[in-house]
């Protein structure tokens, strides 16, 4: 075997150089210093051709995912797709060999390229394989470099914290990072923080396939997570590359490229390959498939909708963490276990029920949000749901760039956010979450439902339990009244099913105020105090603002003039969103904004919104001068 993967390694290593000199870009050097760790690894690990879809395979992840000409080489050469496929097709528009490893290719568990998220990711698909039962081994792979990010101190914390001692990780270790050597750029002692947190650490020399398939060997046995840290040779197998951090990410020229080749003593047809890129076209955008399918959630029980009485006054989280509570309760021990992530917030989110009687599925990270949003994003991927529920400024502000790479990933997070918008208390202008819309507007694939008191709140949840994709369930702090029809009846009732993308008419009317959340109900009282001043306005309520309901708008915004009412940055909340609507369909309606112009002040929500003129009677009056210009100027 060692005979032959060795003749393997070489093959692999003329790969590298062809497809990255053909692409003129990529990042050979640290291809070829991880070349012989991966190939070995593939071929050691339950994973092939067959069996790249199934439940039971092992998984391996590679955080540092410019080095994809090494992972394309390894997965060609091993049967997962055509190499010539790979090489001709490496970092050219359309193709899906892309710069940066992505899921859609076969063999690959984990989009990368934004480093220092694939431990993480590992303890994610930990999560998911102990409480399927599933005992495959995951092996994530990292650069010395990389781990100078400090997510990747939270990941170990939390993967020795919960004993996933089927988590083997490997560091390239060959010193070298764009700018130099890393002890020069951040100086750091890997295997001592390693060590530190309680990981056991293997050294060997990553070149040596001995020492790398025994430490395989041995790392099944040892009662901890384990990382191998490989001392490697960048650019190792071409003398004038070896140790040369220049060739991190800067391809060889043609001269050089075969003056390489000739020293690694194979053929290659490059010629042939660079027809072939040259002539080969891929399919304009829109019709290629990118599509990554993750396991069906097939069966998952919603148990039993909770129905609060116009009475009750309950804030939008105990409403979520009662149907959380009362949705786990359906699944335990079922086909589609449900994961819940934590940071040290679970009395304020109200996930704490569920750590007290269901412990096994809760999983406290501690204040390490960066960590906790990839590894509840991996989880989602491998058969389970993940709820990762948080303050808003935390589960989103804080952890874009990781739920960005959960969209890219297309993975099934159902993220919960309490404390948005101005109702957070005294706390202030750093955890008033007033960005929540705008920033999770930039991914594409991200779902957002503000729900407007307890009973939608918890048929919300329920609905996105049941689909998948990535979810935000964003809620405010304080306790509202149960949403009323005019009537005096329960709104959010009995019958009343949750539709993604319907605007819910709670008041009908010739003027239309669009709101959402913990400002309906005060858009309501807006709505009955222009009412005893001769003033008709129509109340509806946006819950999911992304997804807007044109049958609704075509019918409201016929009308010339508009209002929206949200306690969100005034540039980036519905304001913008139904005035691009407008613009597009070439509605000649005027649109007034209320909503939150600056970062603003601490207190107790209605004497913030008091002092920042978004009350009822402020917006009311407001309503009312807006009126009287508008109608003026249309004499």
Known sequence: MLNSISQLSILCRGDILTMTTLAASGHPGGSMSMVDMLLTVYKHANISPDNVNSLDRDRIIVSNGHTSPAVYSVLGRLGFFSIDEAIVGFRKSGSRFEGHIERIVPGVEWSTGNLGQGLSAAAGFAVAGRLLRKNYNIYVFMGDGENQKGQLSEA?????????????AFIDYNRLQISGNISNIMPQDIKAEYMSAGWHVLEIDGHNFNEIDKSLSEAVNIDSPVLILANTIMGKGVSFMENKEVYHGKPLSEEEYFKAIDELGISIDYEKYKREREQKQYKNEEEIDNKINNPINSQVYLGSPILYSKDQKIDNRSAFGNALYDVIKANYNKNTPVAVFDCDLASS????????????????SGIQEHHTATASGAASINGIISVFADFGVFGIDEVYNQMRLNDINNTNLKLVTTHVGVDVGEDGKTHQCIDYIGILRNLYNFKIIVPADGNQTDKAFRYMIKNNGNYLLAMGRSKLPIITKENGSVFFDNSYQYEYGKIDVIRDGQYPLFTYGTMLYRAIKVAEILKENGVSVAILNVSAPLQLDEKILGQYLSNNIAFTYEDHNINTGLFPILSQYI??????????????????????PDEVFKLIGLDEYSVAERILRSLKSFLKNLI
């Open 156 to 168: 170990r914390r939390f993967i020795k914290k919960y004993n996933f001692n089927n988590i083997t």
């Open 583 to 604: 613009t597009i369909n070439n509605k000649h309606t005027k649109l007034v904004p209320f909503g939150i112009k600056n970062y603003t002040l601490s207190g107790k």
């Open 349 to 364: 989110v109200k996930t704490d029920k569920v750590l007290k009687e269901f412990p096994d599925i809760f999983f406290e």
